[in-house]
């Protein structure tokens, strides 16, 4: 298993830009794929962006264009940038990473909110 922390979230304004981060307690270089999740209230849990061992990315319609993941792996941590940011973006934020067992690890969720 690989304790996961996630941070950086907050309150910001319509259009504004927040990176989450989220690090990870061993290396991350082999890990199958990793990804980040949203959860708004009353709502199912949604896949925003997920970057593969291979490099490959995808993202959710919504976040195309303006989020961008990345990771560092001498840090052991992943990163996304969320840019113009919306009212609608505001859910819990949710880093999972699964390992080469396909094993999901998942961290407590960081809450953003974007709101004037």
């Known amino acids: 298993q690989v304790q996961v922390v996630e941070s950086g979230g907050g309150l910001v304004q319509p259009g504004g830009s927040l990176t989450l981060s989220c690090t990870a307690s061993?290396?991350?270089?082999?890990?199958?794929?990793m990804g980040w999740y949203r959860q708004a209230p009353g709502k199912q849990r949604e896949l925003v962006a997920r970057?593969?061992?291979?490099?490959?990315?995808n993202y959710a319609d919504s976040a195309k264009g303006r989020f961008t993941i990345s990771r560092d792996n001498a840090k052991n941590t992943l990163y996304l940038q969320m840019n113009s940011l919306k009212p609608e973006d505001t859910a819990v934020y949710y880093c999972?990473?699964?390992?080469?067992?396909?094993?999901?690890?998942w961290g407590q969720g960081t809450q953003v909110t974007v709101s004037s």
């Open positions: 999972n990473l699964m390992d080469n067992s396909f094993y999901n690890n």
């Open positions: 061993r290396s991350i270089s082999k890990m199958y794929a």
């Open positions: 970057i593969m061992s291979s490099g490959n990315t």
